[in-house]
């Protein structure tokens, strides 16, 4: 079992940048394929983004371009770098220890508010 605990987040103004930050305890994180995902209210959640352990990468259509995630194994930390954010962006922000075809642990997920 990985422990996740999410930081950042916030309020920001469309077009502008934010990050959120995922901090791991637990000794598989390193073996993990880690992810971030959103719910916006009435949505369902979504997969946003996703690195695996050797750091290949994977994103939404909708976030191409605009979001980047990486993951620090020494620190266990897994970043997101949103950037060019939209209103649409907005919705609760989760990191997830993927595991199979489903996600083995969930944060406690991290605000993200995109004002036009």
């Known amino acids: 079992q990985v422990h996740l605990v999410e930081s950042g987040g916030g309020l920001v103004q469309a077009g502008g940048s934010l990050s959120v930050s995922c901090a791991a305890s637990g000794s598989i994180f390193r073996g993990n394929a880690m992810g971030w995902y959103r719910q916006a209210p009435g949505k369902q959640r979504e997969l946003v983004a996703s690195?695996?352990?050797?750091?290949?990468?994977n994103y939404a259509d909708s976030v191409k371009g605009r979001f980047a995630i990486s993951r620090d194994n020494a620190k266990n930390m897994v970043f997101l770098q949103m950037n060019s954010l939209k209103p649409e962006d907005t919705a609760v922000y989760y990191c997830a220890a993927l595991a199979g075809s489903g996600v083995g642990s969930w944060g406690q997920g991290t605000q993200v508010t995109v004002s036009s």
């Open positions: 690195i695996t352990s050797g750091g290949r990468t």
